[in-house]
């Protein structure tokens, strides 16, 4: 990347290509503050440590979410409260949250699965009755909206990463989005590691010191040399994703039509990016056999998560709301297809070819 060979002598975070990141984010989110970390991770932890979360603060958040979603606030003490997902979507439902809360509860984390966006409508109405605040892990997100709104700057924070697996990328990387201003200062404190060091850069104070808990969470500048290139070629990115997208989505309609799949479903809300592409297969037997039998075509199809609340950290540390049926279903069932830059119709025909033959020889057998 040319941008990286322009960091001269400085490789500690928070220099130039870290403002030009966190500037660039917070005029295309129009949040009040962006700043950028070294993780997404990082991100949520901060998240954890601005809401003050102590023992016994109980989270509520999807189980079918990556490990950071819980561990931000198990960190603090919290305990993730898991609920179940809609069977559209994936996403958490807001049916469910509602019945979660306790007195114990202090924030809602809203997981934004594969970039299409929760009902925010909904989780930022229960939040304000019952006197919430709303984390939103947009991990998967960057570019996509509810309603005409990014994702990441419904809630109070937002948290975005930029890992090698997402649709802007930096290696490792992550950004905090803040909402509201008053946040602003102390979300600064944190991510110098407890000090005012922000303040005495900008010439506020004579000299900086320790002032509460932090850590240190800025990314290196070779990261976000790194990442100022890729957030400039953002929309050109998300554009070719949503190509790629389109593409199974269109060849995939037959196969949806004949029962052997189903494919994502994005509502009228959401404006998507793009993330990834899936399909639920009819069973966890049949999603078993169809990813092994892709494998043995050269097709590098997958899984993805395994609910935290079936997980030994997750029964340790976390409890569960209700029945989490669609949960289990739904990650029994889940097949995602290779999506990268660059596929051309000849890949895309490959995978889907390779996907009917594995399904139609399946339903064959059965």
């Keep these: 990347m040319r941008a990286a060979l322009e960091v001269h002598g400085r490789l ?12 660039w984010l917070q005029a295309q989110t129009g949040s009040n503050r962006a700043l950028l970390t070294h993780s997404c991770t990082g991100a949520l932890e901060m998240s954890a440590l601005l809401l003050e ?3 016994g603060d109980e989270v509520i958040m999807p189980s079918y979410t990556f490990v950071s979603t819980a561990n931000a606030f198990v960190l603090r003490g919290g305990v993730p409260v898991f609920v179940d997902i809609t069977p559209d979507t994936l996403n958490i439902d807001p049916d469910r949250v509602e019945a979660a809360i306790t007195d114990r509860t202090r924030a809602i984390c809203a997981v934004h ?3 299409i966006s929760c009902n925010m409508k909904r989780l930022l109405a229960i939040a304000r009755a019952h006197g919430l605040s709303v984390v939103e892990d947009a991990a998967q997100a960057i570019g996509a909206s509810y309603e005409g709104q990014l994702l990441g700057t419904l809630g109070r924070f937002g948290a975005l990463s930029f890992h090698d697996t997402k649709n802007v990328i930096s290696g490792e990387g992550g950004a905090l989005l803040i909402n509201e201003h008053a946040d602003a200062g102390p979300a600064e404190i944190i991510l110098e590691k407890g000090t005012n060091r922000e303040q005495y850069i900008r010439g506020e104070v004579d000299k ?35 190509r790629i997208w389109t593409g199974y989505d269109e060849r995939l309609v037959d196969l949806e039509e004949g029962g052997l799949l189903r494919r994502m479903t994005v509502p009228d809300y959401a404006g998507h990016n793009a993330h990834m592409y899936y399909v639920l297969l009819p069973s966890a037997d049949r999603r078993n056999a169809t990813l092994a039998g892709l494998q043995r075509r050269g097709i590098g199809a997958t899984f993805h998560y395994v609910p935290l609340h079936s997980s030994p950290a997750g029964r340790r540390f976390g409890r569960q709301s209700g029945s989490l049926r ?31 033959a594995e399904l139609t020889h399946d339903s064959a057998r059965t």
């Design 12 to 23: 500690s975070g928070n220099g130039y290509f870290t403002q030009q990141c966190q500037q």
């Design 53 to 55: 979360i102590a023992p």
């Design 113 to 115: 699965y594969g970039g």
């Design 208 to 242: 900086y010191t320790w002032w509460s808990i932090g850590s240190s969470f800025l990314p290196s500048e070779l990261t976000a040399a790194y990442l100022w290139e890729q957030l400039q070629e953002a929309n050109t990115i998300t554009d070719e994703r949503l």
């Design 326 to 356: 669609t949960t289990d279903e739904r990650a029994a069932r889940i097949v995602r297809l290779p999506l990268w830059i660059g596929m051309g119709d000849a890949e895309l025909d490959a995978v889907v070819s390779a996907l009917a």
